[in-house]
């Protein structure tokens, strides 16, 4: 059975349903016809795609460009040195080997990063529990969840997880939490009737007499037929909507890996292009160099009987060493988990790398408003009781926590006989309770509600105004009518026996009566039947007409804040108006003999409260220029009120151009087209009455647009958003399994707050990244600069590929890992975010490095060129080095000079590449990661250098042997550039001038069209149609609710 048909049967019969699935109303399934079914549609479970093995992700990871590159190269290497003269010595492979260690190392990394991230299918396969009870062959009997199938009826009660689809057939008194699913706090009332929906009312998120699975039973009992089974029911809509469209075919790279480019980062399609680039370049030098040298005779000073061409292939191996950067994913990838490592201290864990960057460039944030934006805990706020208003203090769901005052004037209001008498009789008309538990985790104790969700506010502020846990069994009852949607109150009726007052400083009682009816609902149903009201004094005034308007006006007032109101009225009676053993008094007759004549004591309206910091941190975003989006289930007045509250909209704000429901993305149940939905989404900030299917297409939207977009959330519903977002954030306490699994990283305190301070981070993260790129792409063009000059010039080959990978991966990798932790600036939330597609390396950084580059390679050059002339007896060229006696250690102590000088140069310029703009004697000892990894690279340094056998025999370099001078001479290199590097930043800031001022014009410009596409949207006339047209009365939404 299809999604559709099991949507269906809310609109039919119990005994049609029971024909369409083949089943019996009173005997269920027999067993046979359960084993046919479940053989035939297969277990009740989500289907789960195949993972990529560690091993699979790790053959992907060597498929990229660059590392191609590199592994060619390495494979070059050893082919030339096992055909050369010294192919039996071992140390003649070191280069090839160094190489494919390096590759290894870095997709080992990069594989097991990808392979702990992603588990949201098989998170959602754990919301259902194990067991249930069926009714099969007449008898009821306990299975287990995956052998449930279409037509068995279930028994749910109390604390069931619904293990699939069903159309009840019997329910009495079932209230169903659908959070998980729609987001929304609120238990659902549900019912076996069919309920046609009435002219002007809104559709339901989900129908009445339809349960889902994954959703859990909070009251009552029931039996339901089931009519859809794992892949086929709601939630298992979304885990295909997680998995994607499942008549694609899977995308290859390779000819058979498979290909997860389309959920690539930014940051990981700016790298990859990056290194293709460079790539690209590094085979065009190469080619070149190797070209030049044939032509000129560069042939092996070792061996100058050797064939030159296969020198030449040695060369061309040590340029594009020297060329690829090797070093930049693995630095990514350290920088990225350090940053990650940070993020847990602000309360964020990251699941995936990237995210740490991608949340830095968000342009919008798309939050859901239930358990993000809000508490997700009805909380009373306001009440009016005996005429005067109250405030009530707190937020959730301890008692101990706020109080009750007069709306005027503060007094404390909590003893005053209204709100005494409103807040107990709400008690006595109540089935939930207030408890004190236990955190499993933290080992907190808290207090927790245990029944119906809006019922808890009243015994909050109950016991906030001196009521205890057992007031309420101090009055017996006799009598319960629960709620339901068409009667919209519950009415319960308590013994008063030989009670003058209802409670201490409570409303009088005659004495004479024995029983109190108490009745709370929607406010506009029970003044209907109120023909008196409790005064200040406790005394009783009749109901005139303007005394019930006044009131009215009051809850208009209320609701007009996104408050959800609810009348408490009571009646006594000396006997009660019917026979409590008569069954032929059906209980709603007993309801319309109880409801007349009551008295109103009282109005209490809550609300699901915003979250301390939320309005800071969303204006705190708006001046990172990302605008937050709410996304949510509620009604549009109720998600327009709760935007205000926390400053999404603002008094600027047309809310009815900037909130809308959704569905107007999809009249006639179809999505608008592209150009349209854009239009509508290209400003709108508040979407209401959304499905999860509407997330997703909102999420999509903004995309098209070009917005780097952020999902928060915490539902089952927001999973599919959450999985297409650019970076999808759940919430991590009261977040599902599903929605953690779907994201990219968890907010541990389920703060919005912790969203604003992790964008910070990740834009500082991403500054420090495009800083250490720049600075080591300077120093791979410094390395083909000055080996091409040397080959050209015919100096011998400066650096070894051996002495070149050393220099980049282990005397230059910690100050670029520091350049990776560096503080962000303080302004750097004031400046608009990246756009979606800006490459890491920008033009003016691509000046800044070639400018480094040449500045670098022109002062160690002549380092080298001073060296060679002091230690080869005044010779330079390599065909004259190698007449000079002992040329071999000569040469080894040149090169030593130029190495030690590099890297002391390379050093200073860590500390003057942490600023582009900025001179570096500005906080200079501000990164104090800085200072431990010029330590780190001095000490692999001298390691290099000094360590006998290492250092000459591995490396080729030797140090001991250099003396005074050469320390001196190498002094000369870090102090030039030091000055010259500097003095490029005058340039370099011109530059980034200019490309600000481009920026902002490109945003204008950008606003502007977005601007002039709704303009002319918002002209259509259908367009300003049914914008907050109500789904019902506003005082009875409250209710319905």
């Given at each position: ?53 560690l091993?699979l992700?790790?053959?992907m990871q ?17 082919l030339v ?21 390096i ?26 529990q ?25 028994v ?38 069919i ?40 939630i ?11 008549n ?27 290194g293709?680039r ?22 092996d ?27 930049i994913?693995l ?32 342009s ?6 239930t ?40 007094a ?49 502020a ?15 009852r ?7 949607s ?11 026996s ?55 006006k009051?809850?208009d007032?209320?609701?007009s804040?996104?408050?959800r ?12 108006p ?17 409801r ?14 915003d ?18 989006v709410m ?20 008094k ?9 429901d ?5 009249p006639?149940?179809?999505y ?8 509508l ?8 009455r959304?499905?999860?299917?509407d997330k997703?297409?909102?999420?999509k ?12 959330g ?6 599919p ?14 977040g ?36 250490f ?6 120093v791979?063009i410094a ?20 002495q ?23 302004t750097?939330?004031q ?32 380092v080298?060129i001073v ?11 390599q065909?004259d ?8 250690n ?22 003057t590449?942490r600023s582009f703009?900025k ?9 104090k ?14 390691a ?12 080729g370099?030797n ?35 200019r490309?600000q001022a ?39 939404e409250?209710?319905?609710?």
């Amino acid at each position: 059975m299809s999604n559709q048909d099991g949507d269906a049967a809310a609109t039919m019969t119990p005994e049609e349903v029971a024909v369409m699935t083949g089943t019996n109303l009173q005997q269920g399934l027999t067993s046979t016809q359960a084993s046919e079914v479940l053989k035939k549609d297969g277990p009740n479970e989500l289907e789960k795609p195949p993972r990529p093995t560690l091993a699979l992700l790790f053959v992907m990871q060597l498929c990229g460009f660059v590392i191609v590159l590199l592994m060619c190269a390495a494979v070059a290497s050893v082919l030339v040195n096992a055909t050369g003269s010294n192919k039996d010595d071992p140390l003649q492979y070191t280069t090839g080997i160094a190489i494919f260690i390096i590759v290894v190392i870095n997709a080992g990394i990069a594989a097991w990063t990808e392979h702990k991230a992603g588990d949201a299918l098989e998170a959602l396969t754990k919301m259902s529990q194990a067991t249930i009870y069926v009714v099969r062959d007449g008898e009821e009997i306990k299975v287990e969840v995956p052998t449930i199938v279409k037509g068995d009826l279930v028994v749910l009660g109390t604390g069931d997880v619904v293990p699939a689809d069903m159309r009840l057939v019997e329910a009495d008194d079932v209230k169903v939490s659908e959070m998980a699913l729609t987001g929304e706090p609120d238990d659902v009332a549900k019912t076996w009737k069919i309920k046609p929906r009435r002219e002007g009312e809104a559709e339901k998120l989900t129908p009445e007499n339809m349960v889902f699975s994954g959703c859990s039973v909070s009251n009552g009992k029931g039996r339901g037929i089931v009519t859809a089974t794992g892949m086929h029911t709601r939630i298992g809509r979304i885990a295909q909507l997680i998995a994607g469209d499942e008549n694609e075919k899977p995308k290859k790279k390779c000819f058979c890996l498979p290909d997860t480019s389309d959920n690539m980062t930014p940051l990981q399609v700016n790298l990859e292009q990056l290194g293709a680039r460079i790539g690209v370049l590094a085979i065009v030098v190469c080619a070149v160099i190797f070209v030049v040298g044939v032509c000129l005779g560069r042939g092996d000073p070792n061996d100058p009987n050797g064939k030159v061409w296969l020198y030449m292939i040695l060369i061309a191996v040590t340029l594009a060493v020297a060329a690829i950067p090797e070093g930049i994913p693995l630095c990514v990838t350290i920088s990225l988990s350090l940053g990650c490592k940070d993020m847990v201290k602000k309360n964020v864990l990251v699941r995936k790398l990237a995210a740490v960057e991608t949340l830095g460039s968000a342009s919008v944030i798309c939050s859901d408003k239930t358990g993000t934006l809000t508490e997700g805990k009805m909380t009373m706020v306001n009440m009016f009781a005996g005429g005067v208003s109250y405030t009530v203090g707190g937020k959730g769901f301890d008692p101990t926590v706020g109080r009750i005052q007069r709306s005027a004037g503060g007094a404390e209001g909590g003893n005053d006989i209204g709100v005494r008498s409103c807040l107990l009789a709400g008690l006595l008309c109540s089935n939930t309770t207030l408890e004190q538990v236990q955190d499993s985790e933290t080992g907190e104790t808290k207090y927790e509600p245990k029944g119906n969700s809006s019922e808890a506010p009243i015994v909050v502020a109950a016991r906030k105004a001196g009521f205890v846990e057992s007031s309420a069994n101090e009055y017996k009852r006799v009598l319960e009518v629960p709620f339901s949607s068409s009667r919209k109150m519950m009415l319960t009726i308590c013994d008063i026996s030989g009670r003058s007052v209802l409670c201490s400083n409570g409303m009088p009682l005659s004495g004479q009566d024995n029983f109190i009816a108490i009745c709370k609902g929607a406010p506009n149903f029970i003044l209907e039947h109120c023909s008196e009201y409790l005064s200040e004094d406790g005394s009783t005034e009749p109901m005139s007409g303007l005394k019930r308007s006044e009131i009215l006006k009051i809850v208009d007032d209320y609701s007009s804040q996104a408050l959800r109101v609810l009348a408490i009225a009571t009646r006594t009676m000396e006997e009660l108006p019917f026979d409590l053993q008569d069954e032929e008094v059906s209980t709603d007759e007993r309801f319309h003999r109880c409801r007349s004549n009551m008295r109103l004591l009282g109005l209490v309206a809550s609300i699901d409260p915003d979250r301390d910091g939320v309005p800071e941190s969303v204006i705190s975003a708006k001046g990172a220029g990302i605008r937050v989006v709410m996304i949510t289930g509620d009604y549009l007045k109720t998600a327009v009120a709760i935007a205000h509250n926390v400053n999404i909209l603002s008094k600027d704000d047309d809310d009815s151009v900037s909130a809308v429901d959704c569905g107007r993305l999809r009249p006639n149940d179809e999505y608008l087209k592209n150009t349209a939905m854009d239009a509508l989404t290209a400003h709108t900030k508040v979407f209401a009455r959304a499905r999860p299917e509407d997330k997703l297409e909102i999420v999509k939207s903004l995309q098209r647009q070009g917005f780097v977009t952020a999902m928060t959330g915490d539902g089952v519903n927001d999973a599919p958003a959450l999985n297409q977002a650019d970076i999808g954030v759940a919430m991590g306490i009261q977040g599902t399994e599903v929605a953690k699994g779907a994201s990219d990283m968890v907010l541990t305190d389920d703060n919005f707050c912790s969203i604003v301070a992790a964008v910070e981070k990740g834009r500082a993260i991403y500054a420090g990244i495009q800083k250490f790129v720049a600075f080591i792409m300077s120093v791979h063009i410094a390395e083909v600069i000055q080996i091409a000059v040397c080959i050209i010039a015919g100096m011998p080959v400066m650096r070894t590929p051996l002495q070149i990978l050393f220099l980049i991966l282990v005397t230059d990798l910690p100050p670029s890992i520091a350049l990776g932790m560096e503080p962000g600036e303080s302004t750097i939330l004031q400046d608009n975010p990246r756009p979606k597609k800006e490459p890491v390396v920008l033009a003016w950084m691509w000046a800044s490095m070639v400018m480094n580059g040449i500045v670098l390679s022109c002062v160690i050059i002549a380092v080298y060129i001073v060296a060679l002339v002091l230690e080869c007896d005044g010779s330079v060229l390599q065909e004259d080095v190698q007449q000079v006696e002992d040329y071999e250690n000569r040469l080894m102590a040149a090169r030593t000079v130029a190495f030690i000088s590099l890297v002391w140069a390379e050093n200073v310029r860590s500390y003057t590449s942490r600023s582009f703009d900025k001179p570096v004697w500005r906080n200079v000892l501000g990164n104090k990661e800085m200072q431990k990894a010029i330590v780190l690279a001095q000490l692999c340094l001298y390691a290099a250098v000094l360590i006998p056998y290492f250092s000459e025999k591995i490396l080729g370099l030797n140090g001991r042997d250099i003396g005074v001078r050469g320390w001196f001479i190498a002094l000369a290199g870090p102090f030039a550039c030091l000055v010259l590097c500097e003095m490029c930043k005058v340039i370099t800031a011109a530059q980034m001038r200019r490309y600000q001022a481009y920026l902002a014009t490109q945003q204008a410009a950008l606003t502007k069209g977005h601007d002039d596409v709704v303009n002319e949207k918002m002209a259509e006339p259908a367009a300003r149609q049914d914008r907050f047209q109500p789904a019902f009365s506003e005082r009875s939404e409250t209710i319905e609710l």
